[in-house]
């Protein structure tokens, strides 16, 4: 039985009619075409070429062969061609879907990311509200979200995404400026603008002052964290935001101020228990890690480099 790579050198040969004609088309050497065609007739059995004038005639004996090897040839060739339209992503379509917090700065990239390597490839990505999330997998609306809380439901499949932090945000010309870093008292004690601590993600800014015993007051809340980052710029108080967020906002309007505190959450990558998440999918997901990881980790960021 002759091998693929077997295949493709009769064919090389068929083709070209001369052992260096072959060589040129494989890429290879003429001495290690010539022997392989030694090794291929003795193997067979059967004389495939005749030598004449220089050149290589099939033999008539082998003349149905040949019509085969192509065949196998056009067979590779289509596969090929198949597994090269997988990998462009041709009529294929990523749904994914995110909270606010993570699709405003990180999506973007990771989205940017797999279209570099899948240039084919359709997407969409749906930004949605924690009550909307798990009806988007539940009914196959997208095949992941990612979410910067975790639920318990029994259909959906929970994985650790990325670590995230907390930063506060300050006017300009607040009392904050030139501080190397605030701690959680100092930020209760101001007028807070937030997003509503009933909210899943505005627990996660709340917790900071719950865990160290504080009370606040959000005198203005708003929904998503660039409103909030817009009316601190406008001088209304201090806000709490994570640091992907952030990433995203024109920082030259407000001042980033690492926390004293421990503000470390995890976010998560939800889909439906049981199923498994596409090659693109799959893809994107580990370049939305990185790039929140990298965000996560950029000097500066951190906001508490002893914990």
Do not use: W
Request: a neutral charge.
């Amino acid at each position: 039985m002759l091998t693929l790579k077997q295949i493709e050198i009769v064919r090389a040969v068929m083709v070209s009619g001369t052992i260096a004609g072959a060589a040129r088309l494989l890429n290879v050497s003429q001495p290690g075409v010539s022997r392989a065609m030694k090794h291929i007739e003795t193997a067979l059995g059967v004389r495939l070429f005749d030598r004449k004038a220089g050149r290589y005639v099939p033999a008539p004996e082998a003349v149905s062969l040949f019509s085969q090897i192509q065949e196998v040839h056009n067979s590779v060739a289509s596969l090929q061609e198949a597994i090269e339209r997988l990998e462009r992503g041709d009529q294929a379509e990523l749904r994914i879907g995110s909270v606010p917090s993570i699709a405003q700065s990180m999506m973007p990239k990771a989205v940017a990311a797999v279209r570099r390597r899948h240039g084919a490839l359709r997407m969409n990505i749906e930004i949605l509200k924690i009550e909307e999330a798990m009806d988007y997998l539940l009914v196959g609306r997208g095949e992941c979200v990612a979410m910067s809380y975790r639920l318990d439901h029994p259909s959906v499949h929970f994985e650790p995404l990325a670590t995230g932090h907390l930063v506060c945000i300050a006017p300009q010309d607040h009392p904050f400026a030139g501080r190397a870093s605030v701690p959680a008292r100092e930020i209760a004690a101001q007028p807070l603008i937030g997003i509503d601590p009933t909210d899943p993600y505005g627990r996660i800014m709340a917790g900071l002052f719950e865990r160290e015993g504080l009370g606040y007051e959000v005198v203005v809340k708003a929904r998503f964290g660039s409103t909030v980052a817009a009316l601190v710029a406008e001088g209304l108080g201090v806000a709490v935001l994570d640091v992907f967020t952030v990433a995203s906002l024109p920082t030259d309007r407000f001042l980033v101020l690492p926390i004293e505190e421990d503000t470390r959450f995890e976010t998560f990558l939800a889909s439906r228990a049981g199923t498994v998440l596409s090659s693109f999918a799959r893809r994107f997901v580990s370049e939305l890690r990185s790039e929140m990881e990298r965000t996560a980790a950029r000097p500066g960021a951190e906001d508490n480099p002893d914990a």
